[in-house]
């Protein structure tokens, strides 16, 4: 298992992303961003599947 990232609190997504916490939290309220799962009452984020949300946002967008 030494293959699979750690996954990710939301101040990990916010560095990654370059956006602050509140941010997210917004995107949250509004069902966007990366997909992230509850783990407990914390949530979190696997690195790939936010790389891959990245990677498919449409450039003509921004």
Known sequence: MADIEP???V???SAF????VHTI???RSKNYGPP????GKHLRW?????REWFHGLDQDAA
Not at 17 to 20: Q, S
Not at 36 to 39: E, G, L, N, P, W
Not at 46 to 50: F, H, L, R, S
């Open 7 to 9: 996954l990710w609190g």
């Open 11 to 13: 101040d990990d997504l």
């Open 17 to 20: 992303l370059g956006v602050p």
């Open 25 to 27: 939290r917004g995107w």
């Open 36 to 39: 992230a799962r509850k783990v």
């Open 46 to 50: 696997d690195p790939a599947k936010v």
